[in-house]
């Protein structure tokens, strides 16, 4: 009786021990490309967070919704291309302009009349100039011609961030 007992119990810690190890060697890693800690902003109060940092100060937006398609596959995937390609810390540069909690219907209209975005997603270049928010440059979606990693490469070099493609 105990040396079934013993011998289960040998037999457990193998199974166990192999699990564990199996695991480790195939143990999933961490992408360190991936866009999670980007900075989200609600649409809302994005004016007022804007001017708070004074004049001196530039933001680049990336306007989307969560439940956009294209939307996604640029912040999962071109983004990262562009981080991996240029060295740039894209989390610490873009901060997100999210409009999926807007009212759909009125969304569109106050995004021309607001920032003169007319396709999703966008990016924007934007600064502080007399207490109002002044759009710089912006570069928005084109379904004949969506973003790609050097779209966005070039747009980011030509509003002052120089990777080490452009800096030669």
Not at 134 to 140: K, Q, S
Not at 149 to 161: R, S, T, V, Y
Request: charged letters at 20%; proline letters at 3%; aromatic letters at 12%.
């Amino acid at each position: 009786m105990f040396k079934k007992l013993l011998f289960s119990l040998l037999a457990m810690l193998m199974i166990y021990s192999s699990a564990a190890m199996v695991y480790r060697i195939f143990e999933p890693q961490l992408d360190t490309n991936e866009q999670r800690d980007l900075t989200y902003l609600e649409y809302s109060t994005l004016q007022n967070y804007i001017i708070s940092t004074g004049e001196s100060s530039k933001h680049i937006l990336f306007f989307c919704s969560r439940s956009d398609p294209n939307a996604v596959f640029v912040k999962d995937t071109v983004l990262s291309t562009v981080q991996s390609d240029t060295g740039l810390s894209i989390s610490q540069i873009i901060e997100v302009a999210d409009i999926t909690n807007e009212d759909p219907l009125d969304i569109a209209a106050r995004l021309y009349r607001d920032w003169g975005i007319q396709e999703m997603p966008a990016f924007l270049a934007v600064g502080v100039q007399n207490n109002a928010c002044i759009v710089l440059d912006r570069l928005e979606w084109d379904e004949s011609d969506p973003f790609t990693a050097m779209k966005i490469e070039d747009w980011l070099a030509a509003n002052g961030f120089k990777t080490g493609v452009y800096s030669q």
